[in-house]
């Protein structure tokens, strides 16, 4: 059936059939340039403090980290962007600092849809999808909002926040992995951001600690949103961001979550 389409989580791209190490095939490297593609709209980050603009559609990257991540050498890297580029699929850039791809056509890989209130409908000349509202976050990430306003405030977290744990340098990762979505230059070396993390796991534990990172991305373009780029920001702001959502819940018809793990 050619026709149609299906929903692929970009979590997907963490899933061991994916991150198993091989040599990518120009389809792979190709998926994962939409994968990588900012699916919100604009999204600012600094580069060695330059002020970076990256549009929906956008992969803010390098050649030298595609090479890697597709185990290909610079040369097959930059040949394929120019087919993609002479194909009519991509546009693209380099500079010193980074290589900008631009994906033609983003809206058809990935329609935007409605985040607040309102029923929506994505449609092909084959099928309609109606996408409503998911109870998302409402569980017990939200039902422990108390424990961030008490850390907002000043107040000793220790009253109500979980125990502190132990966690994993694979935890790290998945907490740098989800947060790329929103700040593709992440700086996986950067010891400061790394603590963070490890902080963030250790007082709330690993599940909850990846819905608050996955949290931040969701909602990064909505107006009044806390802007979260870095595992720092998001220790930081995690009261801050608990709050918006539900209040988004309480002041809306629904706060539509279905893509909260996109």
């Known amino acids: 059936m050619e026709k149609g389409f299906i929903k692929l989580y970009r979590r997907v791209n963490r899933h061991w059939l994916w991150t198993k190490k091989r040599k990518f095939s120009e389809f792979e490297a190709w998926v994962d340039l939409l994968f990588k593609a900012n ?32 185990n290909w050498n610079i040369k097959t890297v930059k040949k394929f962007l120019e087919v993609l580029k002479k194909d009519g699929m991509i546009t693209y850039e380099t500079t010193r600092q980074y290589t900008r791809i631009f994906i033609l056509n983003y809206d058809k890989f990935n329609p935007i849809s409605k985040l607040y209130g309102e029923r929506h409908t994505i449609q092909d000349d084959t099928q309609t999808e109606d996408t409503v509202c998911s109870e998302g ?49 992440l700086e996986r070396g950067n010891t400061t951001e790394r603590e963070a993390a490890a902080a ?35 220790k930081k702001k995690t009261g801050d961001l608990f709050v918006f959502i539900k209040k988004a819940q309480n002041n809306t018809r629904c706060l539509n979550l279905d893509n909260i793990n996109n």
């Not at 919100?40 to 890697?68: C, P």
């Open 137 to 185: 976050l409402q569980g017990a990430t939200i039902n422990n909002d108390k424990n961030y306003k008490n850390e907002k405030n000043g107040k000793n977290i220790k009253e109500t926040a979980p125990q502190s744990r132990a966690y994993k340098k694979e935890e790290v990762n998945e907490i740098f992995n989800i947060l790329e979505a929103v700040n593709p230059m």
């Open 39 to 70: 699916f919100t709209k604009d999204n600012k980050f600094l580069i060695n403090s330059n002020l970076v603009i990256q549009e929906r559609g956008d992969v803010i990257t390098s050649q030298t980290r595609l090479s890697e991540e597709w």
């Open 200 to 234: 963030l796991i250790r007082r709330l534990g690993f599940e909850k600690a990846k819905e608050a990172a996955n949290a931040a991305v969701f909602v990064h373009d909505q107006p009044y949103a806390p802007q979260i780029t870095t595992p720092l920001m998001l």
